[in-house]
């Protein structure tokens, strides 16, 4: 039971990302991302810092910077190149590779031996997100193409180098040095590259409000949380459900249309989480429920 309430407390952080490109495109101002990328991390970070209280050590703040540049700074830059140069559907195909990358990854880094059935699992993710997102006639353009692979291994290294350093101390708290450090290392790059913020309305406001405290500080504490709990395959499987939820409320919210092709890939990107779940057990896991 536990395993399951880990499971479903993870997914609900992916499956709340798949809000941001409608909270975004519906309430928030244009051109500006990395600017929006800062107001989403950096008051979330400093108000989990004010609720925890704790600071990292010396010898932890090398690792926090790295870890808030993999899974935020780095990713979420590479993740605008990409959205600007690419269809949004060739975008989050990129994105989905990340589930081969984490199981390349802890390997490499935490020794994890990879299971064919893990990676059928991932390979299967990605044909579901592409029939749920991606459209025939998609444009392909290099640097949009390297921008979303490089978007997605550092999400993959994030992921796994957050469960390979686990400070001694909560996951709120782990949360709240990440996020305070990607915003300040986007910081200076949209001050730098980006125009100055437009004056801000109500519904701007409160959309800043949805994805910084929901969508970042709630979120990414249940996110790391998760990583510190399940292995890194199976959390990366989880992610596969920001698309799904996006092309869900699009068609809830903006009364878009949800096609038989769509609707076959929803059902393959399900399957294949469940599929990536039971393939990253661990080994005593399974035989302990075999015995059972």
Not at 18 to 25: A, D, E, P, Q
Not at 42 to 70: K, Q
């Amino acid at each position: 039971m536990s395993r399951m309430k880990d499971t479903i407390l993870t997914a609900l952080a992916p499956a709340v990302w798949g809000s941001t490109y409608l909270v975004t495109t519906q309430s928030l101002p244009a051109d500006v991302p990395l600017t929006l990328a800062v107001l989403r991390a950096l008051p979330a970070g400093l108000l989990l810092l004010m609720v925890t209280r704790n600071l990292p050590s010396r010898v932890w703040i090398g690792r926090v910077f790295l870890l808030g540049a993999f899974n935020f700074a780095i990713f979420w830059s590479l993740l605008f190149i990409a959205a600007y140069r690419l269809p949004g559907g060739v975008a989050a195909t990129l994105g989905a590779t990340q589930t081969l990358m984490v199981l390349g990854l802890s390997r490499a880094l935490l020794g994890t031996g990879i299971r064919p059935a893990s990676v059928l699992a991932a390979f299967a993710g990605i044909g579901g997100v592409a029939l749920l997102v991606l459209v025939p006639q998609a444009t392909l353009d290099p640097v949009g193409i390297a921008a979303g692979l490089g978007g997605a291994a550092s999400m993959a290294l994030g992921t796994v180098l957050s469960r390979k350093w686990q400070p001694p101390v909560p996951a709120l708290t782990f949360t709240a040095w990440q996020l305070t450090a990607g915003g300040l290392l986007l910081l200076p790059v949209a001050l730098v590259f980006e125009p100055t913020l437009p004056p801000l309305t109500p519904i701007n406001l409160a959309g800043l409000v949805w994805l910084g405290l929901i969508g970042a500080a709630v979120t990414y504490w249940l996110w790391f949380r998760g990583v510190a709990r399940i292995e890194p395959g199976a959390v990366s499987m989880l992610g596969l459900m920001s698309p799904l939820t996006a092309v869900l409320l699009g068609w809830l919210w903006l009364d878009q249309s949800l096609t038989p092709q769509q609707t076959i890939g929803a059902a393959i990107l399900l399957a294949s989480v469940s599929l990536g779940q039971i393939a990253n057990l661990p080994q005593s896991f399974t035989k302990r429920n075999i015995a059972a």
